[in-house]
């Protein structure tokens, strides 16, 4: 089934942010092989061109490396790994406190509601 993506932002990007977060969870381990180019855009249904420039600003971020004819791969440094996941963490906290903010929600309601949610 092909993805959706939303209309209002670049396919590239969303398939980078997709993937980025398949590495973060860790769905794509470290040193192993992502799926190819043309298995990415046959699953997503886009051109691959499309897939090719994700990967390439992915490949520019450090998060994966291509081995001459063998494909592209996962990095294996952690600490790289580890600081996507910082900053998509930090970018989502950010997001619903501004969402938030936006609401005229203050810290003492939103921590109540996060700790109820918790039970």
């Known amino acids: 089934m092909a993805?959706?993506?939303?209309?209002?932002?670049?396919?590239?990007?969303?398939?980078?942010?997709?993937?980025?977060?398949?590495i973060i969870k860790g769905t794509y381990k470290p040193h192993s092989q992502i799926p190819s180019v043309r298995q990415l855009a046959l699953e997503a249904a886009v051109n691959p061109n499309t897939v090719q420039r994700a990967l390439a600003d992915l490949e520019a971020e450090g998060l994966i490396y291509s081995e001459s004819t063998a494909g592209r791969f996962v990095t294996g440094d952690t600490e790289l790994i580890a600081a996507a996941k910082h900053r998509a963490a930090k970018e989502f906290?950010?997001?619903?406190?501004?969402?938030?903010?936006?609401?005229?929600?203050?810290?003492?309601?939103?921590?109540?509601m996060i700790e109820e949610e918790k039970e």
Do not use: C
């Not at 993805?3 to 398949?22: C, G, K």
């Open 3 to 22: 993805w959706s993506f939303d209309r209002h932002t670049p396919v590239y990007l969303q398939i980078m942010a997709r993937i980025r977060n398949e």
């Open 93 to 112: 906290v950010d997001g619903f406190l501004s969402k938030a903010k936006e609401l005229s929600i203050s810290k003492a309601e939103l921590t109540k």
